[in-house]
């Protein structure tokens, strides 16, 4: 198993810039979750979803969307990018709420 | 609301000595309290874990005590070793929302 994969590793965007954050996990699991992490501080919530079809909002939403089509997949799209947004983006997965979340190696992301 | 408090943020200890971080939290009805590791560049992943149903929990040097009354929980690592410094996360569930949040970290640094 490849367990919780990102892509990019990198990436720098420009100010107004959209791109999309890839996470993937062959695990099966039900719940995924999008982290940021600021430079030395901890991890804030974006967007969680409870399985495919189904999203919902975590304590940073503002700027960011998902959309979770397939158990598998559950993208994270970045519309018109603003240094605020600079960070590293982690992926995790776990097949309840109430069980270790896997996650991902990061995206790091830097807004120009 | 939703309120998760570590401490302390920083802490060092001498190698061989025992450490103790401390997390607080507000919902009442939360019944499982995760503690997460962060080496330096690397993703988080889960180091121990309790459930509401036990008071502590050992793992080697690695021990969880949960006390439910007063909404805490502590991780206590003993006979430290170089391979301990890291930041150290807690993660309590919220189950109103099915989501855990994660406190703000402990950054333990080991001293040789």
């Known amino acids: 198993n490849a367990g919780v994969t990102q892509t990019p590793k990198f990436r720098i965007l420009k100010i107004g810039q959209s791109m999309t954050l890839q996470c993937a996990q062959d695990?099966?699991?039900?719940?995924m979750y999008w982290y940021r992490q600021d430079p030395g501080m901890g991890l804030k919530l974006i967007y969680y979803?409870?399985?495919?079809?189904?999203?919902d909002k975590g304590e940073v939403p503002n700027g960011y969307n998902v959309s979770r089509s397939t158990t598998e997949d559950f993208p994270l799209r970045l519309e018109l990018a603003a240094p605020s947004q600079t960070s590293v983006y982690f992926c995790?997965?776990?097949?309840?709420?109430?069980?270790?979340?896997?996650f991902g190696p990061g995206t790091r992301l830097t807004v120009l | 609301g939703e309120n998760v408090e570590q401490h302390p943020s920083t802490l060092s200890v001498q190698e061989g000595d025992s450490a103790v971080i401390k997390c607080t939290y507000s919902d009442s009805a939360s019944n499982y309290f995760p503690w997460y590791k962060q080496e330096l560049g690397k993703r988080p992943q889960l180091i121990i874990d309790i459930r509401s149903n036990v008071g502590e929990k050992k793992d080697q040097r690695i021990a969880v005590t949960l006390n439910k009354t007063a909404k805490h929980f502590s991780l206590h690592i003993t006979e430290t070793q170089p391979e301990d410094s890291a930041v150290y996360f807690c993660a309590p569930l919220y189950s109103s929302a099915s989501k855990i949040i994660f406190g703000s970290g402990t950054r333990l640094s080991i001293r040789p």
């Open positions: 979803s409870v399985g495919a079809g189904i999203t």
């Open positions: 995790a997965s776990s097949p309840s709420s109430s069980d270790t979340q896997y």
């Open positions: 695990m099966n699991h039900n719940y």
